[in-house]
């Protein structure tokens, strides 16, 4: 054996062995959690497809705690979707609906708790972040295309409400996502640093810039992050629409869950702050895959989809909007959530 094949051989043995270290190291860090197994979703169970609880793991080590939909007698590799959102939402509410549905049509789903939220891991709780939210969506493609009954040439996304905007911020960066949906879009960098229809001055996200790291500090005091509370409880008379609309979802039995944030105590005050100065739709213009953008006629939120297909360039990029359609109407109303348009457009991108 010359030097030369010698080393390469020990070179080989020693990466296969780190290899395996790693693989090691990364199973005995999925954190084991304590899953809910019998059904408490906010919609009823479907008996067309199998249902499992599932974990895989983020690169920043946060255990994702998922439902797994599978079409009941499918043959074959499947092609499969990763769902989130909404923004403060859990996989028992719209999410875990629209997998369930898509399932319905022939897709392997994944639902999935972000990082910090719901049944997955991650402290302190109740943390956002433009850059672990978008890997929470890669996190689960890794999971997807590693699963033995998923073809990993067809793996999509579909994000709902801010879930949408991080949806298209992940078919940005992971090439691995060949077909994006984000339904009824929030694009979370704009609005929290911009505020509503962008009428944040400069001068008042300076002052909640102050205020965010003010509480930082009171935090740090305390041991413990305040909580900004999630839809206002009691609704107040005047409230706009919008508002009204969320508290008929997120605090009524239609939609109202216990471990979602909004429902209740809602997300860390200070998780504002990582967003006010990383807009997370800065390459949306470099996607390649295809994606659809889905808005209601009459959200409030529409002019997000607006902005970012105006953006996005290809022909495989299309917005959709639903006529007469509210922002919460695409969280769970079947009848007028365009399912077919949905299901057609993976089809033709998932092939």
């Given at each position: 054996?010359?030097?030369?094949?010698?080393?390469?051989?020990?070179?080989?043995?020693?990466?296969?062995?780190?290899?395996?270290?790693?693989?090691?190291?990364?199973?005995?860090?999925?954190?084991?959690?304590?899953?809910?197994?019998?059904?408490?979703?906010?919609?009823?169970?479907?008996?067309?497809?199998?249902?499992?609880?599932?974990?895989?793991?983020?690169?920043?080590?946060?255990?994702?705690?998922?439902?797994?939909?599978?079409?009941?007698?499918?043959?074959?590799?499947?092609?499969?979707?990763?769902?989130?959102?909404?923004?403060?939402?859990?996989?028992?509410?719209?999410?875990?609906?629209?997998?369930?549905?898509?399932?319905?049509?022939?897709?392997?789903?994944?639902?999935?708790?972000?990082?910090?939220?719901?049944?997955?891991?991650?402290?302190?709780?109740?943390?956002?972040?433009?850059?672990?939210?978008?890997?929470?969506?890669?996190?689960?493609?890794?999971?997807?295309?590693?699963?033995?009954?998923?073809?990993?040439e067809r793996i999509g996304i579909l994000g709902i409400c801010g879930w949408g905007g991080f949806a298209v911020n992940a078919a940005a960066i992971d090439t691995r996502i060949k077909a994006?949906?984000?339904?009824?879009?929030?694009?979370?960098?704009?609005?929290?640093?911009?505020?509503?229809?962008?009428?944040?001055?400069?001068?008042?996200?300076?002052?909640?810039?102050?205020?965010?790291?003010?509480?930082?500090?009171?935090?740090?005091?305390?041991?413990?992050?305040?909580?900004?509370?999630?839809?206002?409880?009691?609704?107040?008379?005047?409230?706009?629409?919008?508002?009204?609309?969320?508290?008929?979802?997120?605090?009524?039995?239609?939609?109202?869950?216990?471990?979602?944030?909004?429902?209740?105590?809602?997300?860390?005050?200070?998780?504002?702050?990582?967003?006010?100065?990383?807009?997370?739709?800065?390459?949306?213009?470099?996607?390649?895959?295809?994606?659809?953008?889905?808005?209601?006629?009459?959200?409030?939120?529409?002019?997000?989809?607006?902005?970012?297909?105006?953006?996005?360039?290809?022909?495989?990029?299309?917005?959709?909007?639903?006529?007469?359609?509210?922002?919460?109407?695409?969280?769970?109303?079947?009848?007028?959530?365009?399912?077919?348009?949905?299901?057609?457009?993976?089809?033709?991108?998932?092939?």
């Amino acid at each position: 054996m010359t030097i030369k094949t010698f080393l390469a051989a020990g070179l080989f043995a020693l990466t296969t062995t780190a290899v395996a270290q790693t693989n090691q190291t990364t199973e005995a860090k999925m954190e084991q959690l304590n899953l809910v197994q019998e059904w408490d979703k906010t919609f009823p169970q479907s008996d067309k497809v199998s249902h499992t609880k599932v974990t895989f793991r983020t690169r920043y080590g946060t255990t994702l705690a998922a439902d797994m939909y599978i079409p009941k007698n499918a043959e074959g590799k499947l092609p499969a979707i990763a769902v989130s959102g909404p923004f403060g939402a859990v996989k028992e509410q719209a999410s875990g609906l629209y997998a369930q549905t898509l399932a319905e049509r022939g897709f392997l789903t994944v639902a999935f708790d972000p990082s910090f939220t719901g049944e997955s891991s991650g402290e302190p709780r109740y943390l956002a972040s433009p850059d672990i939210s978008t890997e929470d969506f890669s996190a689960a493609v890794d999971f997807l295309a590693t699963n033995d009954l998923v073809d990993p040439e067809r793996i999509g996304i579909l994000g709902i409400c801010g879930w949408g905007g991080f949806a298209v911020n992940a078919a940005a960066i992971d090439t691995r996502i060949k077909a994006t949906v984000a339904s009824t879009m929030y694009d979370i960098s704009r609005c929290q640093s911009q505020g509503y229809f962008d009428q944040m001055t400069a001068d008042q996200r300076y002052e909640l810039r102050q205020q965010l790291n003010a509480q930082r500090t009171e935090d740090f005091k305390n041991g413990t992050y305040a909580l900004a509370g999630g839809v206002i409880d009691p609704l107040p008379a005047d409230a706009p629409q919008f508002v009204k609309d969320y508290y008929a979802y997120y605090k009524m039995p239609r939609g109202y869950h216990a471990r979602s944030l909004n429902s209740n105590t809602g997300w860390a005050k200070t998780s504002s702050l990582s967003f006010l100065n990383a807009p997370i739709l800065a390459y949306a213009n470099e996607i390649r895959s295809a994606v659809l953008l889905v808005h209601g006629e009459k959200a409030h939120s529409r002019y997000f989809s607006e902005t970012v297909i105006k953006n996005l360039t290809g022909e495989n990029k299309e917005l959709y909007i639903v006529p007469g359609a509210s922002h919460t109407d695409l969280y769970d109303q079947t009848n007028i959530i365009p399912f077919d348009k949905i299901v057609t457009f993976y089809q033709t991108y998932l092939k």
